[in-house]
């Protein structure tokens, strides 16, 4: 699938103090577009509305259908939208597909920092969606929040139009059916939530702060590694090595949806009795995170306090992690890995824990230049989903040689029923692991 990368925000020269109630900050910025905004002086004799919103907010997409009728219906007599969207640097590439699909017609900015963006700050939005209802030739506010969500939004810029109320109710966005003979089912709850609850205290783990900081500022420190296993074993052995070294990590957040906390967790593994081995993107905080911190737990809901980040390389996907630990048991890292090779994951895939599976290694490739370590990835056929991000892929002889990084579709032809689709498991190689380690070390000796 092609990407249509987002614009960056090249400029902002509003001032970052606080607003008076009567009056939206102004500010210069460059759209998706490449088009310089000033605002609001560009939207002079129209009323404008901010929208604050991102392409991830479930909430925002529910307005969606609304705003685009209120748009079409309106823009004629003098009304226009702004957008503002919060996507991040890693999700801001699929803006473009998302708003021309969603028919959303109207200029949007992005600068890719999520929720450090430029101009939330600016807005002090800490929750989105999050709308103001702007007069361009004033700058005067005269709207925001609730008033312009649902059934408010309409009426609300039809009086600041000056146009008389049409009582038109609000479009709902489509919900899909679901049969009673076959309701959803209901995940019970990860006990590990409440445990977290109890254990989690600020200052003992990495809260998002400090990781963010970290993931650009890694806190080296020397590594020492295991041997490497010989000898195959069974299935039923690399099982069990497979389930007692298998880690859960991640974050626990308090929401900024609904203001409760949360477990968004993938995989990892220990490969030193204190330092476990992840996706790099197991690590980056998540977009709805409000206040968090990392956490490691073992299959026994045993939690450990993070310390640092060591090592971080959002191009590998690969990060390593401090933790206050003992008795971990590590597991050796192997680089030369061969096509055809038995591979076996165990993993929660689907928050379905303790699914364990097992394949060959189907490719050996490289994401990038040919001889960077950074760029090392497997293709396997071991089955794996949402969730097991960073669980280890281990060989017949219990050694690592990947962990797990995506899941990528391609299909012949865009309907599936006249065409092929290939699933590809793509995991970050040992090597590439390896190959951070060896930088970590050498950083901690300087």
């Not at 900050?25 to 002079?44: L, R």
């Amino acid at each position: 699938m092609k990407h249509i990368p987002c614009a960056s925000l090249l400029l902002v020269t509003a001032l970052f103090a606080e607003a008076p109630s009567d009056k939206a900050a102004s500010f210069e910025a460059v759209s998706t577009s490449g088009g310089k905004i000033a605002f609001p002086s560009d939207y002079k004799g129209k009323i404008v509305m901010l929208d604050f919103w991102a392409t991830w907010c479930g909430p925002c997409i529910a307005e969606v259908p609304n705003l685009t009728k209120v748009y079409a219906d309106l823009k004629p007599h003098g009304f226009e939208v702004l957008g503002i969207s919060l996507d991040s640097d890693r999700t801001k590439e699929r803006l473009a597909s998302f708003t021309q699909e969603k028919a959303m017609t109207w200029t949007q900015i992005c600068d890719g920092k999520g929720w450090e963006a430029d101009l939330a700050r600016l807005y002090h939005v800490r929750a989105i969606p999050s709308c103001f209802l702007v007069d361009g030739t004033t700058g005067r506010l005269i709207a925001s929040g609730n008033e312009l969500r649902g059934k408010s939004l309409r009426p609300a810029v039809e009086k600041a139009l000056g146009l008389p109320l049409t009582g038109i109710p609000p479009v709902e966005a489509a919900r899909p059916s679901i049969s009673p003979k076959s309701p959803s089912p209901v995940t019970p709850p990860d006990p590990l939530l409440e445990i977290a609850a109890r254990l989690v205290k600020p200052g003992q783990f990495l809260d998002h702060t400090r990781v963010k900081e970290q993931l650009r500022q890694p806190k080296p420190e020397r590594i020492t590694l295991q041997g490497e296993s010989a000898g195959a074993r069974s299935g039923r052995d690399i099982a069990r090595i497979a389930r007692a070294a298998h880690l859960r990590a991640g974050w626990f957040y308090r929401c900024t949806r609904c203001d409760k906390m949360h477990l968004n967790l993938g995989g990892a593994y220990a490969i030193a009795p204190d330092v476990i081995a992840t996706a790099n993107h197991v690590v980056d905080p998540p977009e709805t995170l409000k206040d968090g911190w990392l956490i490691v737990a073992d299959e026994n809901n045993e939690l450990f306090a993070t310390t640092a980040i060591l090592g971080a390389d959002a191009r590998a996907d690969a990060a390593l992690v401090r933790v206050v630990a003992g008795g971990l048991k590590p597991l050796p890292l192997r680089a030369d890995v061969e096509l055809g090779e038995p591979a076996y994951c165990f993993s929660d895939p689907l928050k379905h824990r303790g699914y364990f599976s097992a394949g060959i290694v189907n490719r050996l490739f490289s994401a990038g230049l040919k001889d960077d370590p950074s760029s090392q990835r497997l293709n396997v056929s071991t089955d794996w989903a949402q969730g097991s991000s960073g669980s280890a892929v281990l060989d017949e002889n219990g050694n690592v040689i990947g962990h797990v990084a995506r899941i990528q579709t391609f299909t012949s032809n865009p309907a599936p029923s006249t065409g092929t689709t290939l699933v590809m498991h793509e995991a970050i190689s040992a090597r590439t692991v390896l190959n951070l380690v060896k930088r970590v070390n050498e950083a901690a000796l300087r």
